[in-house]
C-alpha cells in the first residue's frame, strides 16, 4: 500500500471520471517542459461523486521553487499570458467548427478525429492552466518576495479569461462528441468517460471494467505511468488517505489580511449544482468554500471573510477579497470539512489561522 505520508491532498472536484483524471496528471507534462523539472507522483481518489488529488509533497515544494525564479521576471509572466490567450483562441475555433459541423452524420471514423482532437485541445488548454497554478506561487506568499496587487490581477485575469474558460469549454465539447460517438457503440456517457485516452483511441472498450469505474477508482501516476485500482482496493486507499482529523482550527495562505468573526457558511462540491445554488447567506458570515469561483459571486458581497480549501494568491478569491477589503486566507486543504453551517468561527488573516470560538 502507498503510504499517504509522502502525499498532501491539492484539490477536490465532483463527477470526474478516469479519462479526465488520466489527462489531469498528463496536464503536468507543459509546466515540467517549460520549467525544466519532473513532477514525480500524483494519486487520484474518486469514490461518492467526489474526486481527492493528492501530489507528493516533494513535488510541490520543488515547484515553489521553481516557480519562485521563473515569475519574478516580468517578461516571463508576459509569456505566459500570451500562451494562455492563444490556447483560448484555439478553443474558440474548436467550438466554432464543432458548432458548424453535423456530427451525427459523419462517419465512425471522422466521428472518433473528433473525439480524439477534442481529448488532445482539453489537454492542451488544461496544461496551459497548470502553468499558473497555486504552488508555482508558495514562495511569494510567504513573503519572500511580494508580487503587486497589478501583477496579481494579471495572472488571476489571465486564468480566469484565458485557461479556466478555455478548458472547460474544451471538455464541454468533449462530452459532447463523446456523447455520440458513446450512443453509436452503445455505451453511455458515463461509460465512455471511464476509459482512459489511451483506451478510447485504441478501441480497447472493456465495458466491465469501464462500469466498475464508475462508482469508485484510485490512478496512481509515477512519472506519468498510471495504474488504475477498483473494488476492494480502492478501500484501502480511502482508509488511507482520507483519515478523520480531530481539529478546532485549520491554517492557510493569508490572501488579504485582516480579523473577522461570525458564523460559518459551507459550500462544499459535493452534490453542488451550481444552476440551483443553496441559499442561507446573510450578511457578516463567514464563506467557507471549496474554491472562490466566479460563479459564487452572489456570496462575496454579503462575507465578512473568505475562506477557501484551495488557491493561492493568484486567485479569483483573493482578487475579490482585496477588492471588497475583507480578510481572505486561502489554500486551508480541508476547512469545508472541519466547519459546520452555522459553527461561530473567527478569521485571523494576519496568521492564516481560522478557529471555532469556544462556547461559555
Known sequence: MISSKQFQLYWEDISERVLYVGLDDMAWQLPEKLFHYKKKKSLYIFHHNKLAAYYLKRDSEREAEIGFKFYKRKANINRIVRLKKCVKQEVVRHIQNINSVKLNALSDNKLKKYVIHSLELFLRA????????????????????????????????????????????????????????GQRLGMSLECMESFTQDEIVRGNFRRGIARRRIKTFVLYADNHYHKIYIGKTVRRFIREFEKNKKVDFVKGIVGNPGFARGKAFILKNENLDLKKLPRGMKRGMVLIIQNAWPEFARYYKSASAIVTNEGGITSHGVVVARELKIPCVVGTKFATKIFRDGDRVIVDAKRGIIRKMKRN
Open 126 to 181: 488544461l496544461s496551459t492552466h497548470y502553468l499558473t497554478q497555486p504552488q508555482f506561487f508558495e514562495k511569494f506568499e510567504k513573503g519572500y518576495v511580494s508580487l503587486s496587487l497589478k501583477t496579481i490581477q494579471t495572472i488571476s485575469n489571465a486564468r480566469l479569461q484565458y485557461t479556466r474558460s478555455a478548458w472547460t469549454d474544451a471538455l464541454k465539447s468533449c462530452k459532447k462528441v463523446l456523447k455520440i460517438y
